[in-house]
């Protein structure tokens, strides 16, 4: 499991809490995607599970931790949804639950992490309630969740939530910088795009910057010509992270508008976004970024969506609108 340099400061807060006596049975940690909530987990499961602790770390040495390098400890559980179902259900919650009830194999503490707790049916939140309004001795919850509205206000209720916030943009680009090498302003522009999470950046860089690049070449000649040249841009299994980078791009010209071309995000696009905020009217890219969002929230949280024909459809209006909107300008 990487260890990220931002996770020091939370896991010295998290287990100080737990020395002194006062560590919550049930975290719920709130993470932007590529901020290293995993590997946090990881740090704060293998010092609970520590035989022999050693002030804010694990031995290493004894046999619990042997266990949880080797990924073999029995008395540490993961909940996640089967392959190929988006939801966690009910009888894989009590399955668990059922378990902690026993004594620890080891004879040490129990721990649950749920890498992603909105995955839980209202069912299986339901059984689990049960469980965090009187756990067993030594039993710990780890919960991650990105918004965690998602969740029950019931289950909210019984954890403590930790907000894991995004280092300082100096500190995330001197270490993107030195893990890719990318030019600054790629970098930059990658970081913000990502909400500030540096993993989540330096995944960018790596497998989607050139997509990217892709759909900034396209889009003035699309909004010049034909707007339906950029659906075999967009419609790709990404499509929702694509539409992400549009909105960001519309966003971002609206910014430049109001004299704020420093808090762009795209800031490897400059020439691109003072083009658009020329080419269209404020009232026109609000609109915009509004019909877009609502695309991406679709390509998000519509089952079996069909995704040719919703972006298909949403360029068509995009452009309708567009042309509509320059007219009356006339």
Same mark, same amino acid.
């Given at each position: 499991?990487?260890?990220?340099?931002?996770?020091?400061?939370?896991?010295?807060?998290?287990?100080?809490?737990?020395?002194?006596?006062?560590?919550?049975?049930?975290? /719920?940690?709130?993470?932007?995607?590529?901020?290293?909530?995993?590997? &946090?987990?990881?740090?704060?499961?293998?010092?609970?599970?520590?035989?022999?602790?050693?002030?804010?770390?694990?031995?290493?040495?004894?046999?619990?931790?042997?266990?949880?390098?080797?990924?073999?400890?029995?008395?540490?559980? @993961? &909940?996640?949804?089967?392959?190929?179902?988006?939801?966690?259900?009910?009888?894989?919650?009590?399955?668990?639950?059922?378990?902690? $009830?026993?004594?620890? *194999?080891?004879?040490?503490?129990?721990?649950?992490?749920?890498?992603?707790?909105?995955?839980?049916?209202?069912?299986?939140?339901?059984?689990?309630?049960?469980? /965090? @309004?009187?756990?067993?001795?030594?039993?710990? $919850?780890?919960?991650?969740?990105? *918004?965690?509205? =998602?969740?029950?206000?019931?289950?909210?209720?019984?954890?403590?939530? $930790?907000? /894991?916030?995004?280092?300082? @943009?100096?500190?995330?680009?001197?270490? &993107?910088?030195?893990?890719?090498? %990318?030019?600054?302003?790629?970098?930059?522009?990658?970081?913000?795009?990502?909400?500030?999470?540096?993993?989540?950046?330096?995944?960018?860089?790596? #497998?989607?910057?050139?997509?990217?690049?892709?759909?900034?070449? %396209?889009?003035?000649?699309?909004?010049? =010509?034909?707007?339906?040249?950029?659906?075999?841009?967009? #419609?790709?299994?990404?499509?929702?992270?694509?539409?992400?980078?549009?909105?960001?791009?519309?966003?971002?010209?609206?910014?430049?508008? *109001?004299?704020?071309?420093?808090?762009?995000? #795209?800031?490897?696009?400059?020439?691109?976004?003072?083009?658009?905020?020329?080419? +269209?009217? %404020?009232?026109?890219?609000? @609109?915009?970024?509004?019909?877009?969002?609502?695309?991406?929230?679709?390509?998000?949280?519509?089952?079996?969506? #069909?995704?040719?024909?919703?972006?298909?459809?949403?360029? +068509?209006?995009?452009? *309708?609108?567009?042309?509509?909107? /320059?007219?009356?300008?006339?």
């Amino acid at each position: 499991m990487i260890w990220y340099p931002w996770l020091n400061q939370p896991y010295r807060q998290i287990i100080g809490q737990h020395e002194a006596g006062r560590g919550h049975h049930a975290l /719920l940690l709130q993470a932007l995607p590529g901020m290293g909530d995993a590997s &946090l987990v990881w740090g704060i499961s293998r010092w609970l599970m520590c035989q022999r602790k050693d002030g804010l770390k694990s031995c290493g040495e004894c046999h619990a931790c042997k266990l949880m390098q080797a990924h073999t400890h029995p008395d540490w559980y @993961e &909940l996640t949804a089967e392959k190929g179902k988006s939801s966690l259900g009910i009888d894989a919650v009590r399955s668990v639950t059922e378990k902690l $009830f026993h004594h620890a *194999q080891q004879s040490g503490s129990k721990v649950i992490w749920l890498p992603n707790a909105a995955q839980l049916t209202e069912a299986a939140a339901n059984a689990m309630l049960k469980t /965090l @309004e009187e756990p067993p001795a030594n039993t710990w $919850f780890l919960l991650c969740c990105e *918004q965690p509205s =998602q969740l029950p206000a019931t289950l909210r209720s019984r954890c403590l939530t $930790f907000h /894991l916030a995004v280092p300082d @943009e100096a500190q995330s680009m001197g270490w &993107l910088q030195k893990q890719n090498g %990318a030019p600054q302003q790629d970098c930059l522009t990658a970081l913000r795009l990502s909400g500030g999470a540096p993993a989540a950046a330096l995944q960018l860089l790596e #497998n989607g910057w050139s997509a990217r690049q892709t759909l900034c070449a %396209a889009l003035p000649q699309a909004l010049q =010509q034909d707007m339906l040249s950029l659906l075999p841009v967009l #419609n790709h299994d990404d499509a929702a992270q694509r539409t992400g980078w549009l909105c960001a791009l519309l966003v971002d010209a609206l910014k430049w508008q *109001q004299g704020g071309g420093e808090f762009i995000a #795209n800031a490897d696009s400059q020439a691109l976004i003072a083009q658009i905020a020329q080419q +269209l009217p %404020a009232s026109a890219l609000d @609109e915009s970024v509004r019909q877009w969002m609502y695309c991406r929230d679709r390509l998000l949280n519509v089952v079996a969506v #069909n995704r040719e024909l919703l972006l298909t459809d949403q360029l +068509l209006a995009w452009e *309708q609108m567009l042309h509509a909107s /320059l007219v009356g300008l006339k």
